[in-house]
């Protein structure tokens, strides 16, 4: 089945333990991203990724990391995570280098204590 | 920026009613434009894609129209039903990043 893989699907955890939220497709698709979802604020573009080793910045990329070593995998690493990181995030890619129709994944809800 | 702006808010209709969600934004130098349907506390499900060149698209009860020059779109549902409470998320594609609209939540009552 074609999908969008996010794990894990919930997270709690302490202020300043990093922590890797992973995100994989078995699409072969080229493009990938992360977006945040908070109240009020809609959905965020965090990072993206245009193809392996090709990442650029979203509208609010501080405080993150990404990597696209494999095509199919693109981790979002939270070095020093923050409360203000509390937020529902979304994992999705689309076939071409940029999003022509983009798939999500389940979301992983992450709250920092 | 690209700034979407989807009104209303919030919506609340009898079963069976016709409806018309809007979404509008500010620059309309876009790719294409995404309906999306938002269960609580789930993903987002792909409804309709309108590539900047169409002017509709259907699928099902459902029918999406884009007029690119005003910057606007809109999502009808036909004789809604209890199943299709949800929020509807508009999301603008102008180059490398989906702009999203905050959404309509819209209850749909038997």
């Known amino acids: 089945e074609a999908q969008v893989t996010q794990n894990p699907r919930y997270l709690i955890t302490v202020t300043g333990k990093k922590l890797t939220v992973t995100c994989s497709q078995n699409m072969n698709h080229e493009y990938m991203s992360w977006y945040r979802q908070d109240p009020g604020l809609g959905l965020r573009q965090i990072y993206y990724s245009m193809n392996v080793e090709v990442t650029d910045k979203g509208d609010v990329p501080e405080g993150y990391k990404v990597s696209r070593k494999e095509k199919r995998n693109f981790p979002l690493i939270l070095e020093s995570p923050s409360p203000n990181q509390t937020s529902l995030y979304f994992c999705a890619s689309s076939l071409a280098s940029f999003p022509i129709e983009q798939y999500f994944g389940p979301g992983t809800r992450l709250t920092v204590t | 920026k690209q700034e979407v702006t989807q009104i209303p808010a919030a919506l609340s209709v009898p079963e069976g009613e016709n409806l018309v969600l809007n979404c509008s934004f500010t620059d309309s130098a876009i790719y294409n434009l995404q309906w999306f349907r938002q269960d609580p506390g789930k993903g987002l499900t792909s409804l309709l894609l309108?590539?900047?060149?169409?002017r509709e698209q259907t699928s099902g009860r459902l029918n999406a129209s884009l007029d690119k020059s005003s910057g606007r779109s809109t999502l009808y549902i036909a004789a809604s039903q209890p199943g299709d409470s949800a929020t509807y998320l508009c999301?603008?594609?102008?180059?490398?990043?989906?702009?999203f609209g905050k959404g309509t939540s819209l209850l749909v009552t038997p």
């Open positions: 309108i590539q900047s060149s169409q």
């Open positions: 999301a603008v594609n102008s180059g490398y990043a989906l702009n």
